[in-house]
């Protein structure tokens, strides 16, 4: 197994973990503790509704909306890039988890203020955005097989 497939199977690992364990400590003023991963998936699509679900400001209404996107481009998206992509589609596709990384520590960011919040299921989901981009990067890289790479002038 080449090692842009064993990051990416860990991203994949990590993502599938993090929607089981805690992702954050205390929801809803404490009436939901701890909430698992799958659960915020659904608090964060709240931010699709009018109004902005139960989010407190209009940016963290879009923040959410964001980490919905971006969790279900990894789930849906990644496995058609990784398995069908060309290598410009997975150069952009590794750019685009790049930015989901970036753009999905606003929950890390947002909370730090807080008593400590944020479960090993966040972090677990958050890093598997940096080792898909690793990976897509890696297999960006590669040429196919029987195809040579080209060669410098």
């Known amino acids: 197994m080449r090692k842009a497939h064993l990051l990416i ?7 599938a973990v993090a929607w089981f364990l805690p992702a954050t400590k205390g929801f809803m003023d404490g009436l939901v503790d701890p909430v698992p991963g799958w659960q915020a998936f659904l608090f ?3 931010a699709f509704r009018l109004f902005g679900g139960g989010f407190d400001t209009w940016y963290a209404a879009v923040l959410a909306a964001i980490s919905v996107i971006t969790t279900l481009l ?6 058609w890039v990784v398995w069908r992509g060309s290598r410009p589609t997975r150069r952009v596709a590794a750019w ?17 203020s807080e008593s400590p919040v944020l479960g090993i299921g966040y972090f677990l989901w958050w890093w598997s955005f940096a080792l898909l981009t690793i990976g897509l990067f ?3 890289r590669q040429t196919a097989p029987g195809v040579s790479a080209p ?3």
């Open 9 to 15: 199977s860990g991203a994949w690992l990590l993502q």
């Open 44 to 46: 964060a699509t709240s």
């Open 74 to 79: 990894f789930i849906f998206g990644s496995p």
């Open 96 to 112: 685009i988890a790049a930015a989901a990384f970036v753009v999905n520590v606003h929950w890390y960011i947002l909370t730090r």
């Open 138 to 140: 890696d297999l960006a």
């Open 151 to 153: 060669q410098p002038i």
